[in-house]
C-alpha cells in the first residue's frame, strides 16, 4: 500500500506520485492530497495548503525544473495556497478554471484559465479539464487518459463526505448532474480524491453516491411529511443512526447539506421555505 504518511511522498503507479499534506482533520480526513502527474514534465494536482515542508516535499520529488503545470481542482482554501510558492520555486504554469467565486478570496493570477474540454499536454501524458461544479462553482475533475484516472478533487472522496454547502456556491442540482456525468465515463479505471486513498471501483463509488443524496431526499420528505420543520430540527433527526451523534463541527456542515437539499426540492416545487432558520414543508 503506498504511504498515507504526510510529506512521504508515494508511487500510485508509473505516472502518478502522492504527497499527503500534513493538514488532517475533520474535512480533510488525512490531509490533503496533491497529485504529481508525469516523470519528465510534471503537472501537480492541488499543491494543497501554504506550508513550507509541504511545497517542499512537492518540489524536491518532482525535482524542481521539472514542474510545468500547477493545476488547481477549486479554490477552497486546503487546495490551491501552495500555488504561488511552488510557481515562484519552479516557474511553473499555474491553471484553474477561469472564474472564481468572490466568496473565496483567493488572491492569485492565474497564468492559464481553462475551460470544460481543455487539455495539459506533457511529454508523457495527457489531462483532460472536466467542469463539474456542485461543491464549488468552479470545480474541475482532470481524467489521466494514459492511466485512466480521474482527479476527482473534492468532487468524490474516500473517507469523508463531500459538503454542499450553498453559503459557499455549492448547488445540490449541479452537483448531482455532475455525478452522472462522471458516471457516463466508461473509460475510468480509479479515482484518486482530493483526501483519503485510491478508489479501484469507480462505478461502485459513483453509484454510491448518488444512491447516498437520494437517500437523504427521501427522508427529508419522510421529515417534512410529518409537518412543517426547520433544518436544525432535521439534522437532528436524521443523524440519529450515528451512535454519539454528530461532532459539533459536521453539525453545522450537515445542516449545510441538508439546505443544499431543500433548495434543490424547492427548485422541483416539491417543498417550499426560505433560509437556514425558518421552517420548511412540503408544497
Ligand atoms: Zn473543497
Given at each position: 500500500m503506498p504511504s498515507m504518511t504526510p510529506e512521504v511522498p508515494s508511487a500510485l503507479s508509473p505516472l502518478i506520485r502522492r504527497v499527503v499534506a500534513n493538514n488532517p482533520g475533520l474535512m480533510t480526513g488525512p490531509g490533503t492530497n496533491t497529485y504529481l502527474v508525469g516523470i519528465d514534465e510534471v503537472a501537480v494536482i492541488d499543491?494543497?495548503?501554504?506550508?513550507a515542508k509541504h511545497v517542499e516535499s512537492i518540489v524536491g520529488a518532482a525535482m524542481r525544473d521539472r514542474v510545468k503545470w500547477v493545476l488547481l481542482t477549486h479554490t477552497h482554501p486546503d487546495h490551491w495556497p501552495a500555488a504561488e510558492r511552488i510557481r515562484k520555486r519552479t516557474g511553473a504554469v499555474v491553471a484553474a478554471f477561469a472564474k472564481f467565486p468572490k466568496a473565496d478570496e483567493v488572491k492569485l493570477a492565474l497564468d492559464l484559465e481553462l475551460a470544460d474540454g481543455d487539455t495539459i499536454d506533457g511529454t508523457e501524458f495527457r489531462l483532460e479539464a472536466l467542469h463539474t461544479?456542485?461543491?464549488?462553482?468552479?470545480h474541475l475533475c482532470f481524467f489521466l487518459d494514459e492511466e485512466r484516472a480521474l482527479f476527482t478533487g473534492d468532487h468524490v472522496l474516500n473517507g469523508t463526505t463531500t459538503v454542499i454547502n450553498p453559503q459557499r456556491g455549492g448547488d445540490m442540482v449541479q452537483y448531482l448532474a455532475s455525478l452522472e456525468r462522471l458516471r457516463k465515463l466508461k473509460r475510468v479505471a480509479r479515482i484518486c480524491p482530493g483526501h483519503g486513498d485510491v478508489m479501484d471501483d469507480p462505478t461502485a463509488v459513483l453509484d454510491e453516491y448518488v444512491a447516498h443524496r437520494k437517500q437523504r431526499e427521501r427522508q427529508i420528505m419522510r421529515q417534512l411529511a410529518k409537518g412543517p420543520a426547520k433544518i436544525s430540527d432535521m439534522v437532528v433527526a436524521l443523524y440519529v443512526d450515528t451512535p454519539e451523534g454528530l461532532p459539533d463541527g459536521l453539525v453545522e456542515m450537515a445542516g449545510r447539506q441538508v439546505h443544499a437539499h431543500l433548495l434543490k426540492l424547492k427548485g422541483e416545487g416539491k417543498v417550499a421555505g426560505t433560509g437556514a432558520k425558518s421552517a420548511w414543508s412540503r408544497v
Amino acid at each position: 500500500m503506498p504511504s498515507m504518511t504526510p510529506e512521504v511522498p508515494s508511487a500510485l503507479s508509473p505516472l502518478i506520485r502522492r504527497v499527503v499534506a500534513n493538514n488532517p482533520g475533520l474535512m480533510t480526513g488525512p490531509g490533503t492530497n496533491t497529485y504529481l502527474v508525469g516523470i519528465d514534465e510534471v503537472a501537480v494536482i492541488d499543491p494543497g495548503p501554504d506550508m513550507a515542508k509541504h511545497v517542499e516535499s512537492i518540489v524536491g520529488a518532482a525535482m524542481r525544473d521539472r514542474v510545468k503545470w500547477v493545476l488547481l481542482t477549486h479554490t477552497h482554501p486546503d487546495h490551491w495556497p501552495a500555488a504561488e510558492r511552488i510557481r515562484k520555486r519552479t516557474g511553473a504554469v499555474v491553471a484553474a478554471f477561469a472564474k472564481f467565486p468572490k466568496a473565496d478570496e483567493v488572491k492569485l493570477a492565474l497564468d492559464l484559465e481553462l475551460a470544460d474540454g481543455d487539455t495539459i499536454d506533457g511529454t508523457e501524458f495527457r489531462l483532460e479539464a472536466l467542469h463539474t461544479p456542485g461543491h464549488a462553482p468552479n470545480h474541475l475533475c482532470f481524467f489521466l487518459d494514459e492511466e485512466r484516472a480521474l482527479f476527482t478533487g473534492d468532487h468524490v472522496l474516500n473517507g469523508t463526505t463531500t459538503v454542499i454547502n450553498p453559503q459557499r456556491g455549492g448547488d445540490m442540482v449541479q452537483y448531482l448532474a455532475s455525478l452522472e456525468r462522471l458516471r457516463k465515463l466508461k473509460r475510468v479505471a480509479r479515482i484518486c480524491p482530493g483526501h483519503g486513498d485510491v478508489m479501484d471501483d469507480p462505478t461502485a463509488v459513483l453509484d454510491e453516491y448518488v444512491a447516498h443524496r437520494k437517500q437523504r431526499e427521501r427522508q427529508i420528505m419522510r421529515q417534512l411529511a410529518k409537518g412543517p420543520a426547520k433544518i436544525s430540527d432535521m439534522v437532528v433527526a436524521l443523524y440519529v443512526d450515528t451512535p454519539e451523534g454528530l461532532p459539533d463541527g459536521l453539525v453545522e456542515m450537515a445542516g449545510r447539506q441538508v439546505h443544499a437539499h431543500l433548495l434543490k426540492l424547492k427548485g422541483e416545487g416539491k417543498v417550499a421555505g426560505t433560509g437556514a432558520k425558518s421552517a420548511w414543508s412540503r408544497v
